[in-house]
């Protein structure tokens, strides 16, 4: 019988050639082993957050069998060993206000400077400028803090005739230079994000730049610029040793409460000063990590604020969003989001005004010139819609480049300080030798290669790790629930407080070991720390890498394996190696997730093994300025050679980071 | 489009194309090399192919056309499961690939995707030196050594008329090159795992004419020893180039015939008004 053939009939014959096709044997060991270790070391991360928290309750537990957790959290003294007395008010208030005062200088500068970087500096500049951001979130805390003790107390004392300047106010002008690199970047990127078609709308019906700016694109980045305040706060309230040297560390509420020029003492500061001059276990101790947790709390709420406001603002550009909304919406409801983005628009003016009303008031503290400057502003918000717009136009962008002007001065002063002061420190012999007389005399060799072996170790465990992590992130998973836990957990870990590592640190790698304080447990503290930060970019550079490269390779028969090996790791890797260094410089300056850990003062001979403790340059610099009378020359040179390190590692990242914009420019136009 | 037209033109189509195909050699040398058979695929609720049944020949050129959107690229996709990629397609139906379903669960994608290469719309080299870009394909067959590897390379780059251009400068950035020569480039890097099949999806749209025609003439001369399928907005390069032409419209197979029939005397009235260029 002779078959006829139909389009639907198909041809049962099978040449030789390509029977292998149904062999099953596709995937090599591995490619097999490839997920399941990716997997592991991204949930690497979500194990650190729970060992965290269980570890701190843990610690903290029996802490209110001798105090009441009402005592705690209502007692407004805090005297453990003078008068047994653990309550947390005095703490938690030195801590609202210096992070209150910190944004209230940040903010309204904070902001000024992203709008001047994102909308009207020329390329040159928008690139310098970004440097200088990023070199100010460079600088070590303990740098600035031994430049606020040097010279911002003095100043404070001698223009408000004051007996000593170690006060609030120091300390909340010392957070806010720390917390504008955040606010300003933050704030860039939201403002970037607004697409350039508003802007384009807005000038091409006839509006200045300044009317575009402040009706268009600043109600649009709105709820991302409010992230970038939020996320500046958790970076104020996390920090330690820069508070620690120049609140004055006295356990004292305010009086009255806006008395500026009182020291307090903030929660993290009593962490730093108390923890090591406690015995383990005694109630001092459980009580300090009742208050970790306090200060965990705070953060997570503050972390979590900031994360469900990004998304929102992420939600609002997905199309499928937008498209969902309109059809839940009638168009009856048009009136009242009209009048809702009104009132938004209101409460940020108005936010805006008071919280520079408010910082007037502080800064001057003099009811006059306050009034004058309230009574100024009053008249601005009344007749600002009569200002012709030329006349706004040229009020705001003079505000703008004021405040660029002070980041600008800012840095100026304090590279400037270390710089000068450092210089004649500087010698060989200073750099090469050990120290003698407490660190008065001789030098500071021990602490360079001790600072350059915690970071070096940490980068050794953590990119590995982050590597691996970033690349399951970005390659092997869908989004689902695990997913997104695994995700909030790098977020909390990016978010936590240098002293919440190092205490975890201290329990886990010093007490639960018994090694006590040694090298190696510095570096796995470091490496924790720098953990999220190598995720991250290894992940944004392995998404950037773009699909058709990928599926190319797919169409030449590779594996997923071979095409991660192949093209996407290699793309990615001036990405990671970004980060890492970004990563490097941050380990570099921090003094607290070490000081429990790792270092000691004053150390006569190199480590000669991971288990022995080291010295390294911010702690040395630390306890040089704050515990040695007469440490002062020596600190300087520290200092100097802290800040070349991290400009040395900053300046890198910038230089990797431009090669790589360039080289993705050149890739781009050409295809 | 409702699913009662829809049937209705798959059925046209099935008794016209039997008719076409009785007068062809049977079983055992059969004349394709890829058929679907009643071919839907999805992406999450939207159905971009509706009961697409089509025979590839075997060494012809064949062009798919019409309007964007109508699934040309996605069938092409199907045939090397490049939709794989997504995680948001379901396919139902079969395509033969020689007589194997290559939509089984046991099909092993690598394997299939070196006997069937694919050439993409925006040329896409790996940025690594043209020697490596060309070399790719062999290294994932473990072929690493230098000895083996040069003819490999030389060859696919005679076969993709590149090698004048690029032999002194093998070891240069592929991203160095000109859009037309990165694309024959690609073309090259295919060919160099000996497929049989190259799938060509809108390869010249994003070159300037004259790299256009070096490509077009360079398929001219790939149909001797390999089966294309091809492709593309542009009319005029289907009639150039290709022996048979599928005319595709919202995702269903409308006309599939040799070219000369279909630019000449189409008989669907949809076809007609496309070529005329009523709609489009």
Request: charged share 15%.
């Amino acid at each position: 019988m002779v078959k006829t053939m139909s389009a639907t009939t198909v041809i049962k014959n099978k040449p030789s050639s390509i029977l292998d096709l149904e062999l099953k044997s596709e995937k090599s060991f591995t490619e097999k082993m490839v997920k399941p270790i990716l997997f592991f070391s991204a949930t690497f991360s979500i194990i650190i957050v729970f060992f965290q928290i269980f570890f701190f309750f843990q610690q903290a537990s029996g802490a209110f069998a001798e105090v009441s957790l009402w005592d705690f959290i209502t007692g407004t003294s805090w005297r453990p060993v003078e008068q047994q007395t653990y309550g947390a008010v005095p703490l938690i208030v030195g801590t609202f206000v210096t992070t209150l005062g910190a944004m209230i200088i940040t903010v309204p500068i904070g902001i000024l400077t992203a709008i001047y970087i994102a909308e009207l500096a020329p390329r040159k500049l928008k690139k310098i400028l970004k440097f200088i951001v990023e070199l100010l979130s460079g600088i070590p805390s303990v740098v600035y803090g031994y430049f606020g003790l040097i010279v911002l107390t003095n100043w404070i004392r001698i223009i408000f005739d004051r007996p000593t300047g170690q006060s609030w106010l120091a300390g909340s002008i010392i957070l806010s230079i720390m917390a504008l690199p955040t606010v300003i970047s933050v704030s860039v990127n939201a403002l970037n994000a607004v697409p350039v078609e508003y802007k384009e709308a807005a000038l091409g019906m006839g509006a200045n730049r300044w009317e575009a700016i402040s009706k268009v694109i600043l109600p649009s980045a709105f709820s991302g610029i409010t992230t970038a305040i939020i996320l500046g706060t958790g970076r104020a309230i996390g920090e330690t040793m820069a508070v620690l040297m120049v609140t004055g560390n006295t356990t004292i509420i305010p009086s009255p409460i806006t008395n500026i020029f009182s020291p307090v003492r903030t929660i993290t500061a009593a962490l730093g000063i108390e923890i090591p001059e406690t015995a383990i276990g005694g109630t001092h101790y459980t009580m300090l990590f009742a208050l970790v947790i306090v200060l965990y709390v705070i953060i997570i709420v503050i972390n979590s604020i900031a994360e469900f406001l990004s998304n929102k603002f992420n939600k609002k550009r997905d199309p499928k969003y937008l498209r969902k909304k309109k059809k839940k919406k009638p168009i009856l409801s048009l009136q009242k989001s009209k009048i809702i983005s009104r009132l938004n628009k209101k409460i940020f003016y108005s936010i805006f005004l008071h919280i520079f009303v408010f910082g007037l008031l502080l800064s001057w503290s003099n009811i006059w010139l306050a009034l004058i400057g309230t009574i100024i502003l009053f008249l601005i918000i009344k007749f600002y819609k009569r200002i012709p717009n030329k006349v706004q136009e040229k009020i705001a962008f003079g505000l703008i480049f004021s405040a660029v002007l002070m980041v600008f001065t800012t840095l100026i002063i304090v590279i400037g300080f270390v710089i000068i002061k450092g210089i004649p420190v500087i010698s060989w012999k200073f750099l090469l030798s050990y120290p003698r007389d407490l660190g008065r005399d001789g030098g500071i060799f021990p602490a360079i290669v001790g600072s350059l072996y915690l970071v070096g170790g940490a980068v050794l465990f953590a990119v590995p790790l982050g590597i691996a992590s970033g690349l399951y992130l970005a390659e092997y998973t869908k989004p689902n629930k695990f997913n997104r836990l695994i995700r909030m957990s790098i977020d909390n870990l990016n978010g936590t407080p240098s002293i919440v590592f190092g205490l975890f640190g201290f329990i886990v790698f010093c007490i639960l070991t018994g090694w006590g304080k040694t090298l190696l447990a510095g570096q796995l503290t470091l490496a924790l720390m720098i953990l999220p930060t190598i995720i991250r970019t290894t992940e944004q550079s392995i998404l950037s890498v773009p699909l058709d490269i990928r599926e190319g390779s797919y169409a030449l028969g590779a594996n997923k394996w071979y095409t991660v090996k192949k093209i996407v790791i290699p793309s990615a890797i001036p990405g990671i190696i970004t980060g890492t260094i970004l990563g490097m410089g941050r380990a570099i300056g921090e003094t607290a997730p070490i000081m429990f850990t790792a270092v000691v003062f004053n150390l006569r001979r190199l480590p000669n093994s991971p288990l022995s403790p080291v010295m390294a340059l911010p702690y040395h610099l630390f306890l040089l300025s704050t515990t040695v009378p007469g440490g002062q020359e020596n600190a300087y040179g520290t200092a100097l050679v802290l800040f070349v390190l991290v400009l040395i590692l900053y300046g890198m990242a910038t230089l990797f980071q431009s090669k790589i914009e360039k080289h993705s420019e050149k890739h781009f136009i050409l295809r | 489009m409702s699913i009662v037209k829809s049937k209705k033109i798959s059925e046209i189509y099935t008794e016209k194309s039997g008719k076409y195909i009785k007068s062809q050699p049977i079983i055992g040398d059969s004349p394709f090399i890829i058929q679907s058979k009643e071919l839907n695929l999805w992406y999450d609720e939207t159905q971009a192919l509706i009961n697409v049944s089509l025979n590839i020949y075997k060494n012809k050129v064949t062009a798919l056309i019409g309007p964007s959107g109508c699934g040309k690229s996605t069938l092409i996709r199907c045939f090397n499961r490049m939709n794989d990629v997504y995680d948001n397609v379901d396919i139902t139906g079969e395509i033969f690939y020689s007589g194997l379903n290559i939509l089984g669960k046991k099909i092993q994608v690598t394997k299939l995707r070196k006997k069937i290469g694919m050439i993409f719309q925006k040329p896409n080299p790996f940025p690594m030196t043209i020697y490596d870009n060309v070399a790719y394909g062999p290294r994932i067959q473990k072929i690493n050594r230098k000895c083996n590897l040069d003819p490999i390379v030389e060859k696919s780059l005679k076969k993709a008329a590149l090698w004048d251009e690029v032999k002194d400068r093998l070891d240069d950035s592929a991203i160095s090159l000109s859009g037309g020569q990165q694309q024959r480039l690609c073309i090259a890097r295919a060919l160099a795992i000996e497929p049989d099949v190259l799938l060509m999806d809108e390869p010249t749209s994003s070159l300037d004419p004259i790299a256009t025609a070096k490509i077009e003439n360079l398929i001219n001369e790939l149909k001797k020893k390999y089966t294309v399928i091809i492709v593309t907005h542009n009319m005029q390069q289907a009639t150039r180039i290709s022996d048979y032409t599928g005319f595709m419209y919202l995702g269903e197979l409308i006309e599939f015939d040799s070219t000369e029939q279909i630019f000449q005397k189409p008989k669907q009235d949809l076809t007609k008004r496309y070529i005329g260029g009523r709609f489009g």
